[in-house]
């Protein structure tokens, strides 16, 4: 019986993949040649005499060690292998092509889930969860951000409300999966949060892994005030990038688009700060796997266009929510991002699962990928059906 129903849920999804086509990852050789040329002749820069490796940014050594890998040790057509191992289409949505994985579960869970990743991460993020979520019976969706890895480039800077419409046109009308569930981190949340605000009617459920709380000024709650000034001073710490690319997206975009030893340490120390490294990168990722994630833009010449997202959020308007549909909140311990409390979070979701997950950091898919599967299953599971 299982096995007739799969074949009769092949037969709809390679139908309502018609508005789509197959798609398979398959740089040309001289883009590779050219990216491993630029490695070789690179030179790293100087580093303070005094301080920690780290202190002052991107770690000069690691940076050195991670060169040192690219050039004679790594293979990205190993990686590209592994990266096509699962079905993959392109569709035009709103005059952009979206890559996208489109993996058909077995028919036990009738509601599919699009995920959603962010900034620097990639496709890349999910590849250790997608095993783990197929096997629990759900269908997949996971695209490639607009101007991030093998999707088209807007014509402009988009925000997450914009491709939330996008979303769900790719999940409504090309796909024809009238309602439907979506998980996020970084940018992936912000999307996933509009999906969850501006488009109940589609979206059944939420999962995030990262959060914040109401909006500043939303509440005259003591505990959120004190939320968001610990925010700002997070922010002030660690903004710079973001500031950035919210303002001059350009500047630093044609400095680092064809400049892959530059891209490497603009995007590495934010895995090394961002996840739950302990100081020790190798802990969570490891060359080849911070390799792949840079290459995805590289090859794809999509360094430049992902930034834009940065301005595009500055400058768009969202829906203010709040989320009404049930929300699943996973707190990982390594978040760089200060956390809301339930009660906040609450004045902003429909809070229904509130975990605090034992590890891992802003790559939750990435570093906890057992924890976060799980997580993601019990939730949709529950309130997702």
């Not at 991107?58 to 790594?74: I, P, S």
């Not at 057509?77 to 569709?91: D, F, I, T």
């Not at 509440?219 to 660690?238: I, N, R």
Request: hydrophobic share 40%; net charge negative.
């Amino acid at each position: 019986m299982k096995g007739s129903f799969q074949i009769q849920l092949l037969s709809s999804i390679n139908e309502s993949c018609m508005a789509a086509r197959p798609f398979r990852i398959d740089v040309p050789q001289s883009v590779i040649d050219r990216i491993a040329a630029r490695v070789a002749d690179s030179r790293i820069g100087y580093a303070p005499a005094e301080g920690g490796a780290w202190e002052y940014g991107m770690d000069r050594g690691y940076l050195a060690d991670l060169v040192d890998h690219w050039r004679d040790h790594y293979d990205w057509r190993v990686h590209e292998a592994e990266l096509n191992r699962w079905p993959q289409y392109m569709a035009q949505v709103d005059g952009i092509d979206i890559h996208f994985y489109h993996i058909p579960g077995d028919g036990s869970r009738p509601l599919p889930i699009i995920m959603t990743h962010g900034w620097p991460g990639s496709v890349v993020e999910f590849q250790a969860v997608i095993p783990l979520l197929h096997a629990a019976g759900y269908t997949l969706v996971i695209p490639s951000l607009p101007g991030y890895g093998w999707s088209g480039r807007p014509e402009k800077p988009i925000g997450p409300a914009a491709v939330a419409a996008l979303w769900r046109r790719l999940m409504v009308d090309i796909l024809g999966y009238p309602r439907f569930l979506a998980q996020g981190g970084d940018w992936g949340s912000a999307v996933t949060q509009q999906l969850g605000a501006a488009h109940a009617d589609a979206v059944a459920a939420i999962h995030v892994n990262f959060f914040m709380g109401p909006p500043p000024g939303s509440s005259d709650v003591p505990e959120l005030a004190e939320y968001w000034q610990a925010v700002g001073k997070l922010m002030q710490a660690e903004s710079g990038y973001q500031h950035e690319q919210a303002t001059k997206p350009q500047t630093i975009g044609l400095a680092l688009h064809d400049n892959p030893v530059g891209w490497a340490a603009w995007v590495v120390e934010k895995f090394w700060r961002w996840g739950d490294t302990g100081g020790k990168i190798e802990s969570r990722f490891s060359k080849d796997h911070l390799i792949t994630n840079l290459m995805t833009y590289l090859v794809t010449d999509n360094v430049m266009s992902s930034l834009w997202m940065y301005y595009g959020s500055s400058k768009e308007k969202r829906h203010p929510g709040p989320v009404t549909v049930p929300t699943g909140l996973a707190h990982f311990p390594g978040e760089f991002y200060p956390m809301p409390s339930r009660r906040l979070a609450e004045m902003a979701y429909n809070v229904r699962r509130w975990s605090k997950m034992a590890a891992g950091g802003h790559f939750a898919a990435m570093e906890e990928p057992q924890a976060f599967a799980a997580d993601v299953i019990t939730f949709f599971d529950a309130h997702g059906q």
